[in-house]
Structure formats: structure tokens, C-alpha cells
């Protein structure tokens, strides 16, 4: 912005040095320069920091609930559910295009915000305070490959808005990304930290590019951006939604309700998987960990690595009844045999102390006593 620079510079000079020979006049002159779009090339940002009895004041954007998948939807809802009880009701603001349900509104604060819209969230970062700013917005694989020019803008614009908006008011941001965001090419068993990236999926593609320009801001405009990739997330507070992953939440459901579990996956399908209260524990650790302790912007997180025999021989400890059958679905096992096996997440463990409380064993019994099978257990028994 060359002629903005100039125009500033000249109003400046005449109000130091006025040609009438009055007595300059002394004014609070403001930077014109708002954004990584206007900024110069030695631009310096950073975080905002606040005292340990202090809470941030916390945004997470969120865009079309029903584009996510049960387990990407589950993260979202148990996420700001958790920064609610961490940093407070008053201090975690969720944001979206669409009327929220009652008990979400009606659990703190909720405001319109569109990410395409930059004059929009700036208002909203600058009129509440906001210090972190955690962005879930985005259109998944199927729903993306569906409506690609929607995916772009959704993804990829609105994401370029929240790192500008982010950049130019030193806030912490968090952008998560997945293990979608490898590809056929990348090591899968384990895949380290940083290695070959070539999703197929416009999703993948733009997780790669979140993650790439996140790093990017951070080098060159100072800016606190940090970065998980999720593994499968398994719940008992969603329903499956038939993504890939999803099995590992249908099987619950079945084996409580009818004692029959069709697979949609090879038995030898192995997968990296967390069940959602490390996943939450971990964002929210990740987010809270001091700068200078992190060697890196992009985590992999991992807590177990499992396939579908597996856990189905898991549940059957529990209720050995249950009747397990394959059907594969090809697209689901080709996107599967796409990711990876096991996540090298040594990084984040080494960095931030990261560690997670729950293997396989742990995540059967949970699931089945949170789902309601203590009756069907007792019955077995």
C-alpha cells in the first residue's frame, strides 16, 4: 500500500511542521497499515498475554453444523462445551451462520459471524476483547468433493480472513487439522511429524494449506499459530454418520442394541484413534503451552492405533455375544489404505508433555458403560 504509506507520511509531516508558523499540534496519529495485506516486510506481531489469573477471552467459529461428521462434530460441540468450563461461560464465544439450538444458545455467548465476511469478524474480534481465536470452520471430505468452489471459499478464504484478522491483532490462534491431510505417498506406519503430504481430497488439500500458511504467519508477522492433527475421535455423546472412522463409534451402538456389528472395513485395517477426552485435554494443553516450548507449529496427537478385529475382540470381553460381520465399502477402504496407520506424535510428548490417559481397554469399558450396557453385561454374565 505505497499510496497509503506516502498520504500518511505527508499528513504526518504537516502536522509537525505547519507552514502558517503556528505551534505544531500534537495528535494521537494511528497506524494506517491493519493487516498482513497492508503490512510491511519487518512487521512484527505477537500474542497477547495475560496474567495467570486471567482468562482468554476465547472465539471458535463454526460453519454448517451439518457438514461435520460424527466425530468432527462431537470435537467442535465438546470443545467449546470444555473451554466453557475452563475459562468460563462469559469468557468463550461461539460463532456461526446459522441458528444455534436452545442449549447451545442459552449456554453462553453465541453471535452471527460469517468467515467470508472480514469487516465481520473484526468487529467481533475487536468489540469483545477476543484473545484466542480457535477456527473449526470447514466443509469435510464428502461434503467438500460434493461442492468443490464452496469447499475453496469456505476453507481456504475464510481461513486467509482468519489469519489476517488474527495476525493484525496479535491473537493466539487454533486451526486443527487431520489425518486426511496425508496422502497414498506419505510414510504410513508410523508417519512422523513431517514427511511427504499429497491428500486426494479438497479437504486434505486445504488442511495442508492451513497448516503451511499457519507456519508461514508465524515466521513472518510473529503470529501464535498452533496446529493439532486429530486421529479418528471416538465418542459416545455422537451418533456415527458413515465417515470412515465412524465404525469405531457404530460398533458401541450395536453391540448394546442388537448384539450385531456390521464392518464396512477390512478387519486389518489399522487406524490411529483418541478417545475425546484426551482429544480435548489435548487442545486444550497444546494451547496453553509456553511459546518458547514448542519446536514446532503442527502436532500429530495420537493415543492408539487399532483395527477394526481388534476391537471387535475388545468389546466381546465384555459382551462375548456379540456378532461381528464385514461388508467393505471401497470408497471408505480406499480413503482408509490412503491414511495413516500410526501417528509418530514423540514430538508433541517431548515439546509440551503430552500424554494421553486412554488405550484400547479403557476406551471399550467407557464407552459401553456411558452408551448404557451394564444391563446387557449383567445379562451375559
Same mark, same amino acid.
Request: glycine share 6%; proline share 6%; net charge negative.
Given at each position: ?7 500518511? =507520511? ?16 500534537t495528535v494521537a496519529v494511528r497506524t494506517i497499515s491493519f493487516s498482513p495485506r497492508q503490512v510491511t516486510s ?42 466453557? =468450563?475452563? @475459562?468460563?461461560? =462469559? ?7 446459522? =441458528?444455534?439450538?436452545?442449549?447451545? *444458545? ?11 465476511? $472480514? ?16 477456527? %473449526? ?8 468433493? #460434493? ?34 491431510? *496425508? ?19 479438497? +479437504? ?11 507456519? $508461514? ?12 492433527? +486429530?486421529?479418528?475421535?471416538?465418542? #459416545? ?9 465412524? +465404525?469405531?463409534?457404530?460398533? @458401541? ?21 483418541? +478417545? ?13 503451552a509456553p511459546a518458547d516450548t514448542l519446536s514446532m507449529r503442527t502436532y500429530n496427537i495420537n493415543a492408539m492405533? *487399532?483395527?477394526?478385529? &481388534?476391537? #471387535? ?9 456379540? &456378532? ?9 477402504? #480406499? ?22 490417559? %486412554?488405550?484400547?481397554? &479403557? ?6 458403560? $456411558? ?11
Open positions: 500500500m505505497p499510496v497509503i504509506r506516502t498520504l500518511s =507520511k505527508v499528513a504526518k509531516q504537516a502536522l509537525l511542521n505547519p507552514g502558517c508558523g503556528c505551534q505544531p499540534i519487518d512487521a512484527s506481531f505477537h500474542s497477547v498475554s495475560f496474567s495467570e489469573t486471567d482468562h482468554p477471552k476465547v472465539l471458535i467459529t463454526v460453519f454448517r453444523r451439518e457438514c461435520f461428521s460424527s466425530s468432527s462434530s462431537c470435537v467442535f460441540k465438546c470443545n467449546f462445551l470444555f473451554h466453557r =468450563k475452563r @475459562f468460563g461461560n =462469559k469468557n468463550v464465544i461461539l460463532s456461526d451462520i446459522r =441458528k444455534p439450538p436452545s442449549h447451545v *444458545f442459552y449456554s453462553g455467548p453465541f453471535i452471527y459471524s460469517d468467515i467470508l465476511d $472480514y469487516k465481520n469478524l473484526r468487529e467481533i474480534v475487536v468489540n469483545n476483547r477476543i484473545t484466542w481465536l480457535v477456527h %473449526y470452520s470447514a466443509l469435510l471430505s464428502a461434503v467438500g468433493e #460434493a461442492n468443490v468452489s464452496l469447499a475453496r471459499d469456505v476453507n481456504i478464504t475464510g481461513l486467509h480472513n482468519i489469519l489476517d484478522i488474527a495476525a493484525e491483532h496479535g491473537l493466539r490462534l487454533f486451526v486443527p487439522s487431520t489425518i486426511g491431510a *496425508f496422502g497414498p505417498t506419505s510414510p504410513r506406519n508410523p508417519t512422523p511429524d513431517l514427511c511427504v503430504q499429497r491428500p486426494r481430497t479438497i +479437504y486434505g488439500v486445504s488442511k495442508v494449506h492451513a497448516e503451511l500458511m499457519g507456519e $508461514y504467519y508465524h515466521h513472518r508477522y510473529g503470529l501464535d499459530f498452533r496446529c493439532l492433527r +486429530y486421529p479418528g475421535i471416538i465418542s #459416545a455423546d455422537s451418533q456415527p454418520g458413515g465417515g470412515t472412522t465412524d +465404525y469405531a463409534v457404530a460398533i @458401541f451402538h450395536d453391540a448394546v442394541k442388537t448384539g450385531k456389528f456390521e464392518c464396512n472395513l477390512k478387519p486389518d485395517t489399522r487406524l490411529p484413534m483418541m +478417545y475425546i477426552e484426551d482429544c480435548l485435554r489435548a487442545t486444550v494443553e497444546m494451547m496453553e492405533s *487399532f483395527t477394526p478385529e &481388534e476391537l #471387535a475382540q475388545e468389546v466381546q470381553k465384555q459382551l462375548p455375544d456379540l &456378532e461381528v460381520t464385514y461388508d467393505i465399502d471401497q470408497v471408505r477402504q #480406499a480413503i482408509a489404505d490412503s491414511w495413516p496407520m500410526n501417528f509418530d506424535d514423540s514430538n508433541a510428548r517431548n515439546d509440551w508433555g503430552w500424554k494421553h490417559d %486412554y488405550d484400547l481397554p &479403557e476406551l471399550v469399558q467407557t464407552m459401553l458403560n $456411558y452408551i448404557g450396557s451394564d444391563s446387557r453385561i449383567a445379562q451375559t454374565n
